[in-house]
Structures are given as C-alpha cells and as structure tokens.
C-alpha cells in the first residue's frame, strides 16, 4: 500500500511526506500540492506503523478544508476516519471541550453560543422582563 501512496509524487512532495516521524515545517505556495502533502503524509505514517491514528492532529481553517482532508485520507487509508483528529480549530476544540467538560468547569451539556445566537438570547431576555428592546438592543 505505501508504494501506491508515493506513486505519482514530485521529488519535493516525496521529501515531505517521507520525512522521519517528528515536527515539520512544510512551506509551500498556492496549487503545490499541500493538501495532497498533508493528507498523504498522515496515510503514510499511520500504514507504515510510524504513528498510531489517534497521535495524529490535522487543524484547517474551514469545514470545507476539513472535510476536504477528511475525505482524502480516508479514500488514502480506506478506512473511515470519522475518529481522527482532522478538523478545524473550533471544531476540534469543541470536540475536546465535549470529552473534558468537567475539567473545563463546564455543564456536560453546555451550548456554544455565536454571536446572532446571543442577541436572539438577550432579546428573549428583555421581552421576558417586558422591556423595551429598542432601547437595550443595538441597531
């Protein structure tokens, strides 16, 4: 399987995606391959047995990007990847947050609030205590 997983590759991308199991810096521009580099280098590690599935973190910035690299190593590993640690960074805090509640110092069933989600709060709130929301809600 790992010979298949190197197939096709340019002598930079190779160099990437083998380097030994430890901390990389990866630079590269735009249409170079970084998501294939990513992604194949975490298919990589885990089928040669140089990192287990649960040691390997992939933080992206969008959920497109994430279910971008999600789907890709799952199709690379043909195994599904639901319990990787492939996400965004709000996700994949969220996800965190969920397994440690209680050291957080959190409700197990706490809610994440986004902005539009507090002010639709606040202004149950003032109708709640029959309040003017004209006057404590801003434009």
Known sequence: ??????????????????????????LAGAGSGKTRVLTTRIA??????????????????????????????????????RNLWIGTFHGLSHRLLRIHWREAGLTEGFQIMDSEDQLRMVKRMIRSLELDENVWVPK
Do not use: C, Y
């Open 1 to 26: 399987m790992t010979s298949s997983l190197l197939a096709n590759l340019n002598p930079e991308q190779l160099a990437a995606i083998t380097l030994p199991h430890q901390s990389a810096l990866i």
């Open 44 to 81: 990589w590690l885990i089928s040669t047995a140089q990192a287990s599935p649960f040691s390997v973190l992939a933080v992206t910035f969008t959920n497109k990007a994430a279910a971008e690299m999600r789907d890709r190593v799952e199709a690379l590993l043909g195994v599904p990847t």
